[in-house]
């Protein structure tokens, strides 16, 4: 097993942990060290601009945002907090699976390698050459990472209007 494979793993079950999380302070934490991992992959895959983004940004910013957001709130009651995972373990009962048949078919499928090795960018001088030429896949990434923040958001704002 590469490292690359393990650093993988280890941010799928941190994000896994994440979603599933009991106590927000948790789930922060968890979301920090999702992002940290991702951070030392993205240095792996020769990408030192995003890793340094997602180290500045993702792992410190937003977990600071997310912890003083967190203790400005009112705290769950210890029932409160017990309703609150039984509902979301009904609520994503199915992410398990997802990620194991994502899994499975990522390993079995004919994806060229290629689209996951570091590529030397020509005109690496150009960013939009680089971001939309060498680094695709790193933008494509990007993306879903910015649209899953947003998306969450979106729940947090939704759950807070009905209480």
């Known amino acids: 097993m590469t490292l690359n494979t393990i650093l993988l793993i280890i ?3 941190m994000a896994l ?3 599933v ?3 927000l302070l948790k789930a922060t934490i968890g ?3 999702t992002s940290a991992v991702m951070t030392i992959l993205m240095f792996n895959l020769d990408s030192p601009l995003a890793a340094v983004f997602e180290l500045s940004v993702c792992t410190g910013l937003i ?3 997310f ?3 967190i203790a400005l709130t009112k705290p769950l009651t210890h029932k409160e907090t017990i309703e609150v995972s039984k509902n979301k373990f009904r609520r994503y009962w199915y992410l398990p699976v997802i990620m194991v048949l994502s899994g499975v078919f990522m390993a079995f499928s004919n994806i060229p390698s ?3 090795q570091p590529q ?4 690496a001088e150009d960013v939009r050459h680089v971001l939309w030429n060498a680094r695709q896949l790193d933008l494509f990434g990007q993306i879903i990472i910015m649209l899953a923040g947003a998306f969450s958001i979106v729940i947090l704002f939704k759950e807070v209007r009905k209480k």
């Open 31 to 33: 979301l920090a060290v």
């Open 114 to 116: 290629s689209l996951f």
């Open 120 to 123: 030397a960018a020509a005109g």
């Open 11 to 13: 941010m799928t079950l």
């Open 17 to 19: 942990y994440t979603v």
């Open 21 to 23: 999380a009991r106590s």
């Open 67 to 69: 912890a003083s957001a």
């Open 63 to 65: 977990t600071v945002v």
